[in-house]
């Protein structure tokens, strides 16, 4: 069926103007003004409402096996949540552990997404480097991944050395694959919490202190010499803090291809929540950690300039009772993550938009158009025009409602924004034509969800 969408006032990267969008099969065929509906069409009134383009979280865990458990949604869970929170297309980490064989985690992976509602994709982690696995990331490049993940934390897990990581983006730069890249300097953190615990400092408030902004700085400096070293194209996922900026920003003057991504939490929380007594505080550890306040007009600062490209979630559910308990007793036990697929699009539009930090076009462009861009999904995703996938969501921005796990989509016992207010939120999501969301309800279908399949965008 058609969807004709009318008077909605379309926000871009770039362009704010009232007109109607014509959906006809899974594309917009037609924007202007006046459309007149085809017999067969559902028509949507969108005035007074904002139109954007589907929203895309570039950085988002859902099959993760991670701190001896595993993260708590399933694509059912997530992919409702994300398209109830107007987050149309999501892209995956793909976490193998050292000892798996590549192809076999993707086409793992792969199979836990078969029951997604929204379209999707994933980072390729590279968790080892040999001459068996080169072959194998080939290969998980030509059937459509053009980004890889490493990790340069979580030693004896997911990190490799630096010869591995000297050889993965070698890689990179001759496939014109980006490297998505968690930068903190392993060996530090390792220590710092060795020296807290040693010092009887076991709970969650101490996990930031194991991680300062200078550990998260020193693991993204040297994730840059790397980068310039093999002229390999990289992107800081979940930036926390302006000493990382910083040493983002000198290397691109050096003439690094950098990009730099920040999260939700860093946004809107910081470590005071982490320091809530009773391990409550365990509810919002997840790493790098979240920071002294001081950092935040720094990080909206950096978004509304856009040193900082991208808003994701670095969504990584684990519940408070059964999971985050693990590490009551010694914060290093504490599994990292803090969920948030959901709200992200509504919190950045009500701290951002509403409190004047970041005007509309800011607002898609961080939270949807450079995570298409930068991971080969533009014009198809990211932008609303004639020929793009009809992926979009109808805003009311005169919606007031409030945050609460009880309501949440997401297969979690918690919400770390419980209570918080929203100040508008998605009347209507679509996915390549299909309604998948009505008013904080997911109506669509389980399984319309599709891969995306991405091209190598540099060389
Ligand atoms: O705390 C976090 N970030 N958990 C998820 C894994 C990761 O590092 O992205
Ligand atoms: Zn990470
Ligand atoms: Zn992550």
């Known amino acids: 069926m058609a969807i004709l969408i009318k008077n909605g006032r379309i926000i871009t990267a770039n362009d704010d103007y009232v007109a109607d969008i014509l959906c006809e099969g899974e594309v917009v065929t037609r924007i202007d003004t006046a459309i007149d509906a085809p017999t067969d069409a559902e028509v949507i009134d969108a005035a007074g409402k904002y139109v954007f383009p589907g929203f895309i979280d570039p950085h988002v865990h859902i099959y993760l096996p991670f701190m001896g458990t595993y993260a708590k949604d399933t694509y059912e869970t997530a992919s409702r949540a994300a398209l109830v929170g107007g987050t149309t297309t999501l892209l995956e980490m793909c976490c193998p552990d050292r000892t798996d064989e590549p192809i076999e985690a993707f086409e793992l992976w792969k ?33 459509g991944i053009a980004s890889f993940k490493v990790f340069l934390a979580y030693k004896g897990a997911f990190g490799v050395t630096d010869e591995e990581l000297f050889n993965t983006l070698t890689l ?38 194991s991680r300062p902004t200078r550990v998260e700085a020193e693991g993204v400096h040297h994730l840059m010499t790397f ?55 365990a509810k919002y550890v997840m790493s790098p950690p979240l920071r002294d ?27 408070f009772v059964g999971q985050k308990d693990m590490g009551a007793g010694d914060f290093t036990k504490i599994p990292n993550g803090i969920p948030s697929i959901e709200d992200r699009v509504n919190l950045l539009y009500t701290h951002g938009v509403c409190r004047g930090r970041i005007d509309l076009n800011t607002f898609v462009d961080a939270a949807s158009t450079q995570a298409a861009k930068l991971f080969g999904l533009y014009p198809r995703k990211g932008t609303v025009q004639v020929g793009s996938d009809a992926d979009l969501v109808v805003y009311d921005p005169a919606y007031r409602g409030k945050i609460s796990a009880e309501m949440q989509q997401m297969n979690v016992d918690y919400s770390a924004f419980e209570g918080w207010e929203i100040e508008g ?28 399949t991405r091209e190598p965008s540099h060389f």
Request: charged share 25%.
């Open 227 to 281: 980068a310039e070293l093999t002229g390999a194209h990289v992107y800081c996922v979940h930036t926390s803090c302006q000493q990382a900026l910083e040493t983002v920003q000198a290397a691109r003057l050096r003439g690094v291809r950098a990009w730099v991504e920040t999260v939700i939490p860093y946004l809107t929380l910081d470590k005071t929540y982490a320091e809530r007594p009773d391990f409550e505080g």
């Open 293 to 319: 306040p001081i950092e935040q007009p720094t990080l909206w600062a950096a978004v509304r300039s856009r040193l900082i490209s991208t808003v994701a979630t670095d969504h990584a559910p684990f519940d």
């Open 111 to 143: 199979s836990k997404a078969e029951k997604s509602a929204c379209d999707y994709s994933f980072h390729m982690g590279v968790s080892r480097f040999d001459s068996s696995c080169q072959a194998q990331l080939r290969e998980i490049v030509k059937q």
């Open 425 to 452: 939120r998605p009347s209507l999501v679509t996915v390549r034509g299909k309604i998948q969301a009505r008013e904080g309800q997911f109506v669509g279908e389980l399984g319309h969800g599709q891969m995306l």
């Open 172 to 209: 990179a730069k001759e496939l014109g694959v980006i490297v998505t890249a968690h930068c903190e300097n392993e060996s530090l953190v390792d220590a710092l919490q060795k020296q807290l615990l040693a010092e009887g400092k076991k709970g969650p408030e101490w996990h930031e202190p």
